[in-house]
């Protein structure tokens, strides 16, 4: 009998286990885009496939970001629109398999992970344009969709130095890889450029690798209380779902952080919103519907493209308001870079 | 120590224990209910999980119909069998510790250190092509050993409990590996987003018998199946250990070091672990980085207790989970919602052991009943004598 019962704690513990995993993606799969009407339908039908990496939806950053330009191409180009999730990473290539066999053109991989996996189905299927966020994968069917995140991070940098009354301020990066690097050296060059002398806290959450650093609030909590306390004023985040513990940490010490790729103004509470100076912004959006209405409109070509400050594929949110005494500042800044006569580093 | 002399009853013992193992489970009788029993695991669970997806609003009927309709294409039969080939061996990991009564839920751990250190190993070396994926396979199982050995060690020498210390290696595995991949393993090299090892030369790509499906892992696995079925159910060595896993006392009377049999299969069940990933290792990433799937461990110990330990059974059970999991992506797309593939696959876990503790029951009543009969009749014949 106690080896029975062993037996079953064990099962319990792998069921357990298992369910774990089930509950990590929930079922919102129903109705893609709420209150999206869908546009008028084009000849042929414009049949959009997104694979979303495991996570998904509901991180309220980079992911939504990018399933609010399907919705836009639903609504405005009358796409068909599927997306698929991944649980596992056994599940990145069959879903972009079964994205490609459901007749979907183009199909968007969200995030750098699916680049091997696209690889080799992109070269497979050279009928089916694809997309990808955050990576180059140099196929002549394959749309590489990165950004100069480095740029809307020099912006919200000289923001944060411009709205510093301590002259002192942070930035929380997550992994700490070349991607999450450019935010890093893009903030800091803003911030300099405004005040040579700032003081610019840096500290990453995890190694390149840990894919824990972009769920780890209560390790950004933790970092932030410890440089509000020491003085620093602003701090900015870029490590995904991270992100909302230093807003919670900004509101219970009464000092300012900086969101990142979506508007978090918008998904804030009210209590937050008042925390909220800026956010930096990644257009994932605008990147996915691009390439959705470059596809309708018959560009199939590949190639990379890079969304930067010329065409808002990146920037700074003006939510809230609180940087409308310097936003002329702020904006002769993005013409220099535009212009050229500013070239945002990225490498720290 | 003592359990190393014999005792000059040990051959009756010994006798008397082959008698209680030849194994009453292997006999067809008894392998058809338990086929039958783990089958009927299988359609409860699916009942029950059809109840959920009805509650929830979807049609049952349209989501299974779809599921054996995708499952049952050329492509995604052979995905399903990708996706056994490490489920048949991180079951196999976790039966052979099962056999000696050892729970190794450390497959996770032991599965991923071996497969970062393989993948260092194996680039660091030039050989031809068909020994250096043999010397990479052995380097995977000799590291998961290694990892497998820290819980005997601990239990043979201080009598940690071993269910304690797997689960906690494979926290201190995971930081270890990033520790190790962090400070000298990345490939710094390129710039690339997706890190990885330093990647293995061609010699140590492992060809797939269906280009881009079916990685030939497969056959190896299939090998290590068999094997696992001569060594652990057919050699002197097996029956040692699954004596000294029925029933320690009566195996060290026999001369049979339980000690000696934890440490083995703790180190065989390490070693089978640390060929999990290889299908990823040698067969698609050829790396090691964030691509090598996780959980496996964890997955094979649902798949070693539906294939109630048996190399056909874990076979079945293996390809019955890849099955499930090639059809995740299908179902999305009708709108049902993919984590029904893992709730199906945790519900059968459940229903395994519900199933299985019912039929043992009523095994026992029926055994017991016959042999109190068998006493009966015994009885006036010896009176006789």
Same mark, same amino acid.
């Given at each position: 009998?106690?080896?029975?019962?062993?037996?079953?704690?064990?099962?319990?513990?792998?069921?357990?286990?298992?369910?774990?995993?089930?509950?990590?993606?929930?079922?919102?799969?129903?109705?893609?885009?709420?209150?999206?009407?869908?546009? @008028?339908?084009?000849?042929?039908?414009?049949?959009?496939?997104?694979? !979303?990496?495991?996570?998904?939806?509901?991180?309220?950053?980079?992911?939504?970001?990018?399933?609010?330009?399907?919705?836009?191409?639903?609504?405005?180009?009358?796409?068909?629109?599927?997306?698929?999730?991944?649980?596992?990473?056994?599940?990145?290539?069959?879903?972009?398999?079964?994205?490609?066999?459901?007749?979907?053109?183009?199909?968007?991989?969200?995030?750098?992970? =699916?680049?091997?996996?696209?690889?080799?189905?992109?070269?497979?299927?050279?009928?089916? +344009?694809?997309?990808?966020?955050?990576?180059?994968?140099?196929?002549?069917?394959?749309? @590489?969709?990165? !950004?100069?995140?480095?740029?809307?991070?020099?912006?919200?940098?000289?923001?944060?130095?411009?709205?510093?009354?301590?002259?002192?301020?942070? =930035?929380?990066?997550?992994?700490?890889?070349?991607?999450?690097?450019?935010?890093?050296?893009?903030?800091?060059?803003?911030?300099?450029?405004?005040?040579?002398?700032?003081?610019?806290?840096?500290?990453?959450?995890?190694?390149?690798?840990?894919?824990?650093?972009?769920?780890?609030?209560?390790?950004?909590?933790?970092?932030?209380?410890?440089?509000?306390?020491?003085?620093?004023?602003?701090?900015?985040?870029?490590?995904?779902?991270?992100?909302?513990?230093?807003?919670?940490?900004?509101?219970?010490?009464?000092?300012?952080?900086?969101?990142?790729? @979506?508007?978090?103004?918008?998904?804030?509470?009210?209590?937050?919103?008042?925390?909220?100076?800026?956010?930096?912004?990644?257009?994932?959006?605008?990147?996915?519907?691009? +390439?959705?209405?470059?596809?309708?409109?018959?560009? +199939?070509?590949?190639?990379?493209?890079?969304?930067?400050?010329?065409?808002?594929?990146?920037?700074?949110?003006?939510?809230?308001?609180?940087?409308?005494?310097?936003?002329?500042?702020?904006?002769?800044?993005?013409?220099?870079?535009?212009?050229?006569?500013?070239?945002?580093?990225?490498?720290? | 120590?003592?359990?190393?002399?014999?005792?000059?009853?040990?051959?009756?013992?010994?006798?008397?224990?082959?008698?209680?193992?030849?194994?009453?489970?292997?006999?067809?009788?008894?392998?058809?209910?338990?086929?039958?029993?783990?089958?009927? %695991?299988?359609?409860? %669970?699916?009942?029950?999980?059809?109840?959920?997806?009805?509650?929830?609003?979807?049609?049952?009927?349209?989501?299974?119909?779809? *599921?054996?309709?995708?499952?049952?294409?050329?492509?995604?039969?052979?995905?399903?069998?990708?996706?056994?080939?490490?489920?048949?061996?991180?079951?196999?990991?976790?039966?052979?510790?099962?056999?000696?009564?050892?729970?190794?839920?450390?497959?996770?751990?032991?599965?991923?250190?071996?497969?970062?250190? $393989?993948?260092?190993?194996?680039?660091?070396?030039?050989?031809? %092509?068909?020994?250096?994926?043999?010397?990479?396979?052995?380097?995977?199982? $000799?590291?998961?050993?290694?990892?497998?050995?820290?819980?005997?060690?601990?239990?043979?020498?201080?009598?940690?409990?071993?269910?304690?210390?797997?689960?906690?290696?494979?926290?201190?595995?995971?930081?270890?590996?990033?520790?190790?991949?962090?400070?000298?393993?990345?490939?710094?090299?390129?710039?690339?987003?997706?890190?990885?090892?330093?990647?293995?030369?061609?010699?140590?790509?492992?060809?797939?018998?269906?280009?881009?499906?079916?990685?030939? *892992?497969?056959?190896?696995?299939?090998?290590?199946?068999?094997?696992?079925?001569?060594?652990?159910?057919?050699?002197?060595?097996?029956?040692?250990?699954?004596?000294?896993?029925?029933?320690?006392?009566?195996?060290?009377?026999?001369?049979?070091?339980?000690?000696? *049999?934890?440490?083995?299969?703790?180190?065989?069940?390490?070693?089978? #672990?640390?060929?999990?990933?290889?299908?990823?290792?040698?067969?698609?990433?050829?790396?090691?980085?964030?691509?090598?799937?996780?959980?496996?461990?964890?997955?094979?110990?649902?798949?070693?207790?539906?294939?109630?330990?048996?190399?056909?059974?874990?076979?079945?059970?293996?390809?019955?989970?890849?099955?499930?999991?090639?059809?995740?992506?299908?179902?999305?797309?009708?709108?049902?919602?993919?984590?029904?593939?893992?709730?199906?696959?945790?519900?059968?876990?459940?229903?395994?052991?519900?199933?299985?503790?019912?039929?043992?029951?009523?095994?026992?009543?029926?055994?017991?009943?016959?042999?109190?009969?068998?006493?009966?009749?015994?009885?006036?014949?010896? #009176?006789?004598?």
């Amino acid at each position: 009998m106690r080896k029975n019962n062993r037996f079953a704690a064990v099962a319990l513990l792998a069921t357990v286990g298992i369910l774990g995993t089930a509950c990590g993606s929930d079922s919102k799969k129903a109705d893609l885009c709420p209150g999206v009407t869908k546009g @008028s339908v084009s000849t042929p039908p414009l049949k959009l496939g997104v694979a !979303f990496d495991t996570g998904g939806r509901g991180d309220g950053t980079f992911n939504d970001a990018a399933g609010r330009g399907a919705c836009q191409a639903v609504g405005e180009l009358g796409a068909d629109l599927t997306e698929l999730e991944a649980t596992s990473d056994q599940d990145r290539k069959p879903n972009l398999e079964t994205l490609t066999k459901n007749g979907d053109n183009p199909v968007i991989a969200v995030g750098f992970l =699916f680049s091997d996996d696209l690889k080799t189905v992109a070269t497979a299927n050279p009928k089916t +344009t694809y997309g990808i966020i955050d990576s180059v994968v140099d196929l002549p069917n394959v749309k @590489s969709l990165v !950004f100069a995140a480095e740029q809307g991070s020099f912006l919200v940098g000289a923001a944060a130095a411009l709205k510093s009354t301590t002259g002192h301020i942070g =930035f929380i990066g997550g992994q700490e890889i070349d991607l999450i690097k450019a935010f890093e050296a893009g903030y800091t060059a803003g911030a300099k450029a405004v005040n040579p002398d700032i003081k610019v806290e840096v500290k990453y959450l995890g190694a390149a690798g840990d894919n824990a650093a972009w769920g780890s609030p209560d390790k950004a909590k933790e970092i932030a209380n410890g440089w509000y306390a020491d003085g620093a004023d602003v701090i900015y985040t870029a490590a995904g779902g991270s992100g909302a513990g230093t807003i919670d940490a900004a509101v219970a010490s009464g000092k300012w952080a900086i969101g990142v790729d @979506s508007d978090q103004y918008l998904t804030a509470t009210p209590e937050q919103q008042k925390h909220i100076l800026t956010s930096a912004l990644k257009r994932v959006d605008v990147a996915v519907f691009e +390439t959705a209405k470059a596809v309708q409109s018959g560009d +199939t070509k590949g190639g990379v493209r890079v969304f930067d400050l010329k065409d808002d594929g990146v920037g700074y949110s003006t939510s809230g308001g609180y940087l409308d005494d310097v936003k002329d500042k702020l904006e002769a800044f993005k013409q220099q870079i535009i212009d050229g006569t500013i070239v945002v580093p990225t490498k720290p | 120590m003592g359990d190393e002399t014999r005792i000059p009853a040990a051959d009756g013992v010994t006798r008397g224990l082959s008698k209680l193992m030849t194994p009453k489970l292997e006999n067809s009788k008894n392998g058809l209910i338990t086929t039958a029993s783990s089958i009927a %695991a299988v359609v409860l %669970a699916l009942v029950i999980s059809g109840i959920m997806l009805k509650i929830t609003g979807k049609d049952p009927i349209n989501a299974y119909r779809k *599921m054996i309709e995708t499952g049952l294409e050329h492509d995604k039969l052979l995905e399903a069998l990708q996706r056994a080939t490490p489920l048949m061996l991180s079951a196999v990991a976790v039966a052979i510790g099962f056999k000696m009564n050892l729970f190794n839920i450390g497959v996770e751990g032991q599965y991923l250190f071996a497969a970062l250190i $393989a993948s260092v190993v194996g680039a660091a070396v030039s050989l031809p %092509a068909p020994l250096h994926v043999a010397f990479i396979l052995l380097v995977a199982m $000799a590291a998961g050993s290694v990892w497998a050995a820290l819980a005997a060690v601990l239990k043979v020498k201080r009598g940690v409990n071993e269910v304690i210390s797997t689960i906690m290696l494979n926290y201190v595995a995971l930081s270890v590996i990033q520790w190790l991949f962090d400070t000298w393993f990345r490939d710094n090299s390129k710039s690339d987003l997706n890190v990885k090892t330093k990647v293995l030369p061609r010699s140590a790509w492992m060809p797939d018998i269906v280009t881009g499906r079916l990685s030939s *892992m497969f056959i190896v696995a299939i090998a290590v199946v068999a094997l696992y079925w001569v060594i652990v159910f057919k050699s002197r060595f097996g029956f040692r250990l699954r004596s000294s896993g029925m029933n320690s006392v009566a195996a060290r009377t026999a001369g049979i070091s339980s000690n000696r *049999m934890i440490v083995s299969a703790l180190v065989m069940s390490g070693a089978v #672990a640390g060929l999990v990933a290889m299908p990823s290792v040698l067969g698609d990433i050829h790396a090691y980085g964030q691509g090598v799937p996780d959980g496996l461990g964890f997955a094979g110990i649902a798949v070693a207790l539906l294939g109630r330990n048996h190399p056909l059974g874990i076979m079945a059970a293996a390809a019955l989970y890849g099955f499930l999991e090639s059809t995740a992506g299908a179902l999305q797309i009708q709108h049902v919602p993919n984590s029904i593939i893992d709730v199906i696959k945790a519900i059968i876990v459940l229903t395994v052991v519900i199933v299985n503790e019912a039929v043992t029951r009523s095994m026992n009543r029926r055994t017991a009943s016959r042999t109190s009969s068998a006493l009966q009749v015994a009885k006036p014949i010896g #009176a006789t004598a």
